[in-house]
């Protein structure tokens, strides 16, 4: 009996040497994850976006016409962006005219349409009216499904630039700027001479012309240098009746070949003839003091 709980007694000792010598199971080690590197959105300016937009073909244009590219590059802006649509309701030959002086007056409408700060659709629906870079004030009407601005409608809101904001609009806005015409130059009178010759040519022609300047007292010489025609001089169907005076009524002065018919004037005015010549033309004598 004893042998039998000595043997039991070895056995147990021996299944907690086992136990307690026997090694824990190794961790289970999970791997850290390489991170994927991420590209930030780059957010364009609005001249790159305006350029690479179909919609904005016209406008891109007429920005580059106008060297406004690069004008909105630094600081915050806001751009009413009116569409190829928007340009073609203007006035047949209208951007053709602004084009031909895209500094001048197309710079100035396209300066109506920006607004020196970035207002995105929830600022504009709390304005009255917003101030352009060309000076305009425009008046700002929300009603709570539209917006307008300068009487354009905003179509497209929130384009968000890196310089700012583009709102499209339906219409150019264009600007109350007077138009600027050169004043035509004057064309002097010619210098009155104390004595013209008017020639009938071989050619038909009248030189210098048939009608000339003299001053009070000057004379003027008719001078028929044609060999195949005689020519003349008349007053007009319905002459002035100070023309009868120096053009003999009504009737022809007929002048001959290598003849001439001269007349003095004295006083001051424009006297009208007619010319007795293939083709029959008029003229005047213009007689100043």
Known sequence: MKKLFVVLAILFIGILLAGCTSQPPAPVVTPTPTPVPTTAVQVRGCYAVIADDPQFSVLGTALRAAKLETAFDNGSF????????????????????????????????????????????????????????????????????????????????????????????????????????????????????????????????????????VPVGGKVIWKNDDPMKPHGIAALDNPDPASLKYFSNQSAQNIPYGKTFEVTFNQVGRFNYKTVFQPETTGQIIVTK
Do not use: W
């Not at 649509?85 to 005219?97: C, D, I, S, V």
């Not at 917003?130 to 709570?144: F, R, S, W």
């Open 78 to 213: 806001t751009i009413l962006a009116p569409n190829d649509n928007a340009f073609a309701q203007l006035p047949n030959g209208t951007l053709t005219t602004l084009l031909k002086e895209p500094e001048g007056q197309l710079k100035q409408v396209l300066l109506n349409h920006v607004i020196d700060r970035t207002l995105l659709s929830v600022d504009v629906t709390k304005l009255n009216e917003a101030k352009t870079m060309q000076g305009t004030v425009l008046k700002v009407n929300y009603t709570g499904d539209a917006v307008t601005i300068g009487g354009a409608k905003v179509t497209k809101t929130d384009i968000v630039c890196k310089n700012g904001v583009i709102h499209v609009v339906d219409r150019v806005i264009v600007p109350a700027v007077p138009v600027i015409t050169a004043t035509p130059t004057p064309t002097p009178s010619p210098t009155p001479q104390p004595s013209v010759t008017i020639t009938f040519t071989r050619d038909l022609t009248i030189m210098p012309s048939t009608t000339v300047y």
